[in-house]
Each structure stands twice: as C-alpha cells, then as structure tokens.
C-alpha cells in the first residue's frame, strides 16, 4: 500500500542532544513537508522540500535541520538549539507542490527530558 | 499575511444532532480550501477540498461544507452526528499567490454526547 511512514512513534530524548525523525513515502510525491503541533495552535510548517537537494524554510524553522538527498525521504533533525523541541511532529507530501491536497504520516512524538 | 480562524476551540452535540464547525480566512486571492480531521495521536486525513467551480462541496463521511466568499468562509456541516465523529477538526488553506504551501487553523475539538 502507498503511504507515508514516520518513525518512530515515541520519542525520548534529553536536553542537548539532537534527535532525527524519520519520514519516508512511497507515493511517488515530489513535495514534502514537515509540520510541529502544539495543544491550541493547529500545524506550524517548519521546512518544505519541492524538489530533491532543495528545500525552503517554513514559519519556524529555528533549531531544525533536514535534507532531501532522496525523493521519497524528508528526515527532520531537531538540534539543541531547538529551545522547546517537545510536540508532536506530522510529515506531509503533495504530489506536484502546489496547493494540492497534502497526504499526512502518522506522526512522531518528541518528549524531552 | 494569511490567516486562518477557526472561532470554536470546542463544541459538544448530541448524538444525532446537526454539526457545523466554522472557518474564516484571511487571503488576498483565490483560496483553495480544505477541511481534515485527526483523531488522537494521529495523523489528519482529509474530508473535502475546494478549488473552484460549485461552491457546496460533498466529502467523506457524510460531511460537505460551502464556500462563501463574500464572508471569507467555508464552514463544515454534517446533517447528523455519530459518536465516531469525535475529533479535532482542522480547516486549512492556501493559494497560488502563497506558493507551495499551507496555512491551518488552530483546530475545534468536536465532543459527541450520547
């Protein structure tokens, strides 16, 4: 089945470390995105990719990093400059990247501890 | 800049009862529209879009919501509730003029009563 995968589930990880997360899809979608959600604030984007070996910033992308060496691979790393990197974190993807209906993984949760 | 108003924080209904969660935006140009809905520790899925043409848009799950322009909204109606309607509900948006990306609004949690 096509889909978009993230992983893991369940993140732990300390302060002042950096953590990667995982998204991967198979859909055969140029765009990707990667989204923070925090309690009351909807989906803030933090980067988005159009095109492998390129990608733009989103509304908050401070204290992230990722790459796109690959078409059906986002990962996203949350470094420690990253001052409250604790929320859940959605991947998206669109077929062409324009304003299409964006496909949406499963989601990681991220606790620092 | 765009924006995205979704007034409702929560809403409870009865089981059975009619349902319209509102969503206003603020665009410049002709929005594309969308409504999704994510049950807890998951990811969203979408009920309905609207690009152009009818303005009464039908989706899954027996949902439809109107696009009105001249009030900058797009509210979604369900007829009838069912206890699996309960979730948060998202309306998102965005334009050509906006690029590639899109804007969401904070969410309204639907609590279903029996």
């Known amino acids: 089945d096509g889909g978009i995968t993230q992983s893991p589930k369940y993140l732990f990880r300390k302060e002042g470390q950096n953590v990667t997360l995982s998204c991967e899809q198979n859909l055969n979608h140029d765009a990707m995105y990667w989204y923070r959600q925090d309690p009351g604030q909807g989906l803030r984007l933090i980067y988005y990719?159009?095109?492998?070996?390129?990608?733009q910033k989103g509304d908050i992308a401070e204290g992230y990093s990722v790459s796109r060496e690959k078409k059906e691979s986002f990962p996203l790393t949350v470094t420690s400059a990253q001052k409250n990197p604790t929320a859940f974190y959605l991947c998206?993807?669109?077929?062409?990247?324009?304003?299409?209906?964006?496909?949406f993984g499963p989601g990681t949760r991220l606790t620092v501890l | 800049a765009q924006s995205v108003t979704q007034p409702d924080i929560h809403i409870t209904v009865s089981e059975g009862a009619s349902l319209e969660l509102r969503c206003n935006y603020s665009y410049g140009a002709t929005p594309y529209l969308f409504w999704y809905v994510q049950s807890p520790g998951q990811g969203l899925q979408l009920l309905l879009k609207y690009f152009s043409g009818d303005t009464l848009v039908q989706g899954i799950k027996g949902f439809e919501a109107e696009f009105k322009r001249s009030q900058s909204s797009f509210n979604l109606r369900k007829p009838s509730v069912h206890w699996s309607d309960a979730a948060e509900y998202f309306c998102?948006?965005?334009?050509?003029?906006?690029?590639?990306?899109?804007?969401f609004g904070a969410g309204t949690i639907l609590r279903v009563k029996s």
């Open positions: 998102a948006v965005g334009s050509v003029e906006y690029g590639n990306k899109l804007v």
């Open positions: 990719s159009q095109i492998v070996n390129d990608f």
């Open positions: 998206a993807s669109t077929p062409r990247g324009g304003s299409d209906e964006q496909f």
